[in-house]
T-cell receptor, first 115, second 110 residues
């Protein structure tokens, strides 16, 4: 039973469209993350949040934006989708104090294709 | 640049065989995690190792953290088709900075 939910699972969208990828968790975790995963490549951190009203950019430059208005919800928005945004997007959450010990809980991902 | 190198990239073996996959870096990690990811799903945490030289066992899976905390290995005994998946290692540089390797894609043939 998943404790972190991502919707949609798959999305095919035209260039220039605005899209929002949803992520919600029911574990009360303070920290949430967005990773981008491409075949044969490392997971790259694109955004993270330490709690409500906290958002930070990750190591990988991204044209997306995020918001954290509620603890359980961490949506990612692309204002104008491009083919270069085609990728798998993974949302994750962790306890505030020690993600290096307890690890991340990942969602099932959203596979985005921009045509 | 902090990198985690995983080897091999791909491994296909028969059911019942043993295998070892590796995770290496020039960086020292405060902890190291192993995840397994199945197609169409997110990674799932298998284990965290913290102490240099630490060995943890999870049924047929044995995880070892190198003495210098720069490398780790995952050994699977008597592999089964259910072990098929992408195995990712992730090293913690600081408490909340974790880097991932590219993964080893394992396929167990029945």
């Amino acid at each position: 039973e998943a404790d972190i939910y991502q919707t949609p699972r798959y999305l095919v969208i035209g260039t220039g469209k605005k899209i929002t990828l949803e992520c919600s968790q029911t574990m009360g975790h303070d920290k949430m993350y967005w990773y981008q995963q491409d075949p044969g490549m490392e997971l790259h951190l694109i955004h993270y949040s330490y709690g409500v009203n906290s958002t930070e950019k990750g190591d990988l430059s991204s044209e997306s934006t995020v918001s954290r208005i509620r603890t359980e919800h961490f949506p990612l928005t692309l204002e104008s989708a491009r083919p270069s945004h085609t990728s798998q997007y993974l949302c994750a959450s962790s306890e505030l104090r020690a993600p290096n010990i307890d690890g991340y809980t990942f969602g099932s991902g959203t596979r985005l294709t921009v045509v | 640049t902090q990198l985690l190198e995983q080897s091999p990239q791909f491994l296909s073996i028969q059911e019942g065989e043993n295998l070892t996959v590796y995770c290496n870096s020039s960086s020292v990690f405060s902890s190291l995690q192993w995840y397994r990811q199945e197609p169409g799903e997110g990674p799932v945490l298998l284990v965290t190792v913290v102490t240099g030289g630490e060995v943890k066992k999870l049924k047929r899976l044995t995880f070892q953290f190198g003495d210098a905390r720069k490398d780790s290995s995952l050994h699977i005994t008597a592999a089964q088709p259910g072990d098929t998946g992408l195995y990712l290692c992730a090293g913690a540089i600081q408490d909340d900075k974790i880097i991932f390797g590219k993964g080893t894609r394992l396929h167990i043939l029945p």
